[in-house]
């Protein structure tokens, strides 16, 4: 087991080492070429059995390149900003949510749940979100796997056209990594698009992405007690015989089971980090940490990026997503360009 599981993170290693290399001739980031070597070989010859383990692990290879790399986020920039990022996430997430779920029911009438989850995973944190408001809704599965594989499409898609229209716009470091930060949906992508532009504008995307990532629980527990207040009203007979409704279940336990936790780490990192307890040459080595985790993170992201969910998610949801996200992000990038 030992065996297989080192030798899978050789083959990422072997992904991410090579897409360097390619990086050297080729007018692309090699993060980028990381996602688009592991999404090709996952595509055309499968992710072997023997790599399967280490390749589950690249989420865990994500997080832990996120919490080193706090080291490196000065605290005066997160004072100097911070508010407004929050109120910006805020606006972003309510905004978000709203349009999808009324685009899902009012305009392509898609079946309620499948509508929340879409909204919730295009508000939030992607497939996370998903699958947190999927458990607090009780939704079906095959809309969970419906409205996953639309966020999916959006990841593969996003995570190469945000770093050509930032380019394209001139953006400066601050508003591309904001903007992304702000209206792309899964972490990864997110932190794959803004190291690709900058290390400057990857700071700005993720320190906006984990606060929108900090809310996951809280929306999920909206979700919940939305979703139970109708089952109720519908079955108070029942309620009365003494059935319990799904409203005596949520609980509010749920937002820290929700939580993404190595926000915490982050957060942490930032604190030791800001207070001078680490050397200059102890700072360089959790950088070099934090790019060498995100390369098995990236090569594992793009194994696991499937061509065949585009064949397999109807028109609707994509169109949905597609209008809400155009809104959002067009408004969000001519907002964060006059904030900053």
């Known amino acids: ?31 980028i070429v990381t996602v688009l070597l592991g999404l090709l070989i996952g595509n055309l010859h499968g992710i072997p059995a023997w790599a399967q383990t280490a390749v589950e692990t ?85 809309r969970i796997a419906y409205a996953a594989a639309t966020v999916i499409i ?28 702000l209206t792309m949906f899964s972490t990864g992508p997110v932190a794959a ?41 519908g079955t108070s007979g029942a309620t009365k015989h003494g059935d319990t409704t799904p409203s005596h279940t949520v609980q509010w336990k749920f937002l820290w089971r929700s939580f993404p936790k190595f926000v915490l780490g982050f957060v942490g990192m930032i604190a030791v980090a800001n207070t001078g307890l680490l050397t200059s040459r102890q700072l360089t080595s959790l950088s070099h940490l934090s790019d060498w985790a995100f390369l098995l993170a990236f090569a594992g992201l793009g194994l696991e990026i499937q061509l065949a969910d585009f064949r397999s998610t109807g028109y609707r949801p994509i169109v949905v997503v597609f209008t809400g996200w155009v809104v959002v992000a067009s408004v969000m990038l001519l907002v964060v360009q006059i904030l900053f």
């Open 154 to 181: 959006f990841d593969a898609m996003t995570l190469f056209i945000y770093p050509l229209v930032g380019h394209a716009l001139e953006l400066s470091n601050t508003v591309f990594g904001i903007w992304a930060g």
């Open 193 to 233: 698009a803004g190291f690709a532009f900058s290390d400057t504008a990857g700071q700005w995307a993720l320190l906006a992405k984990l606060t929108r990532n900090s809310l996951i629980g809280f929306v999920a527990v909206v979700y919940a007690f939305s979703y139970a207040q109708k089952t109720s009203s």
């Open 1 to 31: 087991m030992n065996h297989r599981f080192f030798a899978g993170l050789g083959f990422l290693l072997a992904i991410g080492l090579t897409a360097r290399l390619l990086s050297t001739v080729l007018p692309v980031n090699h993060l």
């Open 58 to 142: 690249h989420t865990l290879w994500l997080e832990l390149g996120i919490v080193v790399m706090g080291a490196s986020v000065a605290l005066d920039r997160i004072f100097e900003a911070g508010s407004v990022i929050i109120l910006l996430v805020i606006i972003t997430v309510v905004a978000t949510t709203l349009l999808i779920e009324f685009l899902a029911r009012a305009v392509f009438t898609i079946h309620e749940e499948t509508g929340s989850l879409l909204a919730a995973g295009s508000g939030i944190c992607g497939v996370s979100a998903v699958v947190a408001v999927a458990e607090s809704i009780t939704a079906d599965e095959s």
